[in-house]
């Protein structure tokens, strides 16, 4: 058993039970000052005040004074495993091209996808290793992976495949999202067609190889029209593929409420919204999700944090780490990006990057609070005065220790 002790605060302690958090209820982080944390078979077994501390028993006790104790990050939107950079993209955008210009000549994820079918699966796997270690090494202790970088069989199955692996290789909870619906490869006279395509010679088999978890679509103009999204969500249907899709990015065009109709677990980017996403969400099981680090990148707007709290809806937020609009993994910025860029508090934004991310991916039992029985999964920070300092002091390092299943999380690279 390990012992953690004098923390200064563990952070989003919570019943098991707490599926999300909604409204007014994310302004609510709770902490328990000057406490102790133990770990047994690679869970939390229990935790308390320091007057209560246990004091034997122990095969390691970790003194942390100062530092506060959260779960890891829940980053419940990724495209980590990809192949190669799109950094020469990023320098067109900076002298003025739009990401849908470069996309419509044939660069964007068209561009990602040559080069992952370019690659071998050893030269794909190293170069997303490095990435994991990385996000890690950042307090994520939680992902959601997509393919779509692939849009043939070989190569979608290729990307699920080096994604689950890492649940193995990192020891984390690993979702997976089977996203062939990211843009439309050459070779097919439209959407409709490669839809087609997807379900009737791709989503038997990639279903059958229990690959995916999810079923995904990037719904918007240029890309997937809302017929597609609801022929391709009522295919994944049939094989239990619950959606987790790509919506109002650059248009607000009723994906949101499609998404809604077939149950999606979560609808993710929103940077534009209307009346109608809002009151579609109403009553809904599913979570918005807003990516800050891709409207950093892009310069396109925030998704509106505040209209959807104000609304009572919940809010996660996530990375969407990919090569074309967020090549970064790093969810302390994106908590910081939150507070900053789209108002949220600290404790929203932290609640929203925890117990609403682990329920965007389906995990809410197993991590995204500081809960009896949940994986112990969890950042150590360094000595910090509070917990709205990690925030505040954007673009800064404060972890000390990132805990994997209570074991002190080393880079294997
Ligand atoms: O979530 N918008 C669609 N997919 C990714 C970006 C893909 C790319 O540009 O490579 C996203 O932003
Ligand atoms: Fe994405």
Redesign the pocket.
Known sequence: MILIKNIKALVQVRDQGVRYLSGAQMQELPQLENAWLTIENRKISGFGTMDSCPTDGFTEVKDVKGSYVLPTWCDS?T?LV?AGN?EKEFDMRLKGAS?QEI?EAGG??L??AKAMGASDITEVYAQAVKRMNAVIKMGTGAIEIKS??GLTMETERMMLKIAKRFAYDYDIPVRTSF?AA??VPSGFENSAAYIDHIISDMLPAIAESGLADYIDI?C?DG?FSLEDTDRLLAAGAQYSLRPKI?VN?FTANGGVAMGVKHNALSV??LEELTEEDIQALKGSETMPVA?PG?SLF?GIPYTPARRIIDAGLPLALAT?Y?????PSGNMNLVVALACSKMKMTPEEAINAATINGAYAMGLETEVGSITVGKRANLIITEPIPSIGYLPYSFGQNHIQEVLISGYSYKPTN
């Open positions: 939107h495209h990809y799109r990401y996309a964007g994820i561009n990602s779509g970088y996203l990211h843009a990037f918007e890309y790509h990015q993710d980017h990516l891709c892009l969407d990919n090569p074309g609009s967020a």
